[in-house]
């Protein structure tokens, strides 16, 4: 509805962002650096976050302006089985046949990761998302999938993100030998009070606009619902474009904000 009112092209709360086309907001410049110190130490890497707060997309942003011929990115998601489930996940991703047993999906995961680094001089790095669902063993599993020659070298590296409970897990005494193998770690808030009108106008601009869309009581309205948390902002400001837009209003204001409030409760 306030696509024509607007006069924008296209809309402007997509979730299908070219990587080029993201807000660059400070806890992303953060992450790109301390993932480019994972990637240097060929380690483990935990990056934790609220939901909404952007953490894949901006993962995904990061590994994919990686270099094809320098690193090779696997990303497995939604791992909720045992051990085995999780070691056929990344032997598909690897192009691996599927063997029968898990002994049989380590050797020759390990063995790939090692012709990858050895001969095709290539960095293997594994993402898993959502890993706040895996199961204990298997978080295990994969802190052995990443031991070399009795930690003499490390071949490859492990992205874990999940939601902040996978920090508090990750935490407990069961889990210190991954604990210590950590070697970047980092929570990922929202948009900052700061950032968030700069946010909504990247936006706009994107749909096709320079019009100032949001009053500035708006913006802080928005931030003062969502915490700046991009999903819900994203929420919140699509149903308050079109609060505004039913008003024949030429930008959003706080009033339309708190109409939008009941559309996203």
Known sequence: ??????????????????????FAAATGRELEVRLGHLLELRGIGLITGE?????????????SALHTGLFRVFYVAHSTGNAMDTYKSIAWELGLPTERSRASLYRVIRAEVTRLC?????????VVDEAQHLRSDVLEELRLLTNYEMDSQNRLCLLLVGQAELRRRIGMAVHEPLNQRIVVRYHLGGLGRDELPSYLTHLMRLAGTELPLFEVSAAEAIFQATSGL????????????????????????????????????
């Open 1 to 22: 509805m306030y696509r024509k009112h607007f006069g924008l092209t296209r809309h402007p709360f997509a979730k299908d962002l070219a990587p080029e086309e993201l």
């Open 51 to 63: 939901a909404g707060s952007g953490k894949t997309t901006l993962c995904r942003k990061v590994v």
């Open 118 to 126: 050895l001969e095709a001089k290539v960095r293997p790095i594994l």
């Open 230 to 265: 991009p999903r819900k902002v994203n929420l919140l400001a699509h149903h308050t474009l079109n609060a505004a837009a039913l008003a024949r209003a030429k930008a959003a204001t706080a009033e339309h904000v708190q109409a939008a409030l009941a559309e996203t409760a």
